[in-house]
């Protein structure tokens, strides 16, 4: 696939987005946008940024190993980008239901912070760690991302906050696309 198809896929899926609430009076578009928002205005990477822009894609594709919908849109996300981007962008993807479930182990009083939405799923998702998968986390490559990424996704959920569209994204994200695969 083309990286331009590829972009085009993006930006479909992206569309899915904007016909989905979030639970939280914005939909999972304007959520993503303001997440990526939110990480570029923190000075991440542009690899981190296209993370948070992806965090959720996870909701609207299936891969091979049946992951799909919204309690297993980390491993589909983290599985679907992975084939397209740099490992910057998709295990931050693949981590960011680990790093509530961390945050929600270790931090004291971030339970009581987190949306009814993110309480709700969170149920289904496995609840906080344990000691031993909190020090398991820990020792993952991208777990300093996966953390960043979960704060911008906690704060990334203001109704009524003016967006840019997703194509503002496409050079961005253009730029960290693996190599074009034949087909």
Not at 45 to 62: Q, R, Y
Not at 85 to 110: D, I, M, N, Q, W
Not at 164 to 181: D, E, H, K, M, V
């Amino acid at each position: 696939m083309s990286n331009e198809r590829t972009l085009d896929e993006i930006e479909t899926l992206l569309a899915r987005a904007a016909e989905v609430s979030y639970g939280e009076n914005v939909s999972m578009l304007e959520h993503s946008i303001q997440t990526a928002l939110l990480a570029r205005g923190a000075g991440a990477s542009d690899a981190l940024v296209a993370a948070a822009l992806l965090h959720d894609i996870g909701t609207f594709v299936s891969t091979a190993d049946g992951c799909y919908g919204e309690y297993a849109h980390d491993r589909s996300g983290g599985a679907w980008l992975a084939q397209r981007f740099p490992p910057a962008v998709s295990e931050p993807v693949r981590l960011h239901v680990a790093a509530k479930r961390y945050l929600c182990a270790t931090r004291p009083g971030y339970l009581e912070l987190l949306s009814s939405a993110s309480t709700h799923t969170l149920a289904h998702q496995g609840g906080p760690m344990d000691d031993g998968a909190a020090r398991a986390f820990e020792r993952e490559a991208f777990f300093n991302d996966a953390l960043a990424l979960r704060e911008w996704d906690d704060q990334g959920k203001t109704p009524g906050m003016d967006v840019p569209a997703t194509a503002s994204f496409r050079s961005l994200l253009g730029s960290l696309l693996l190599r074009a695969q034949a087909g």
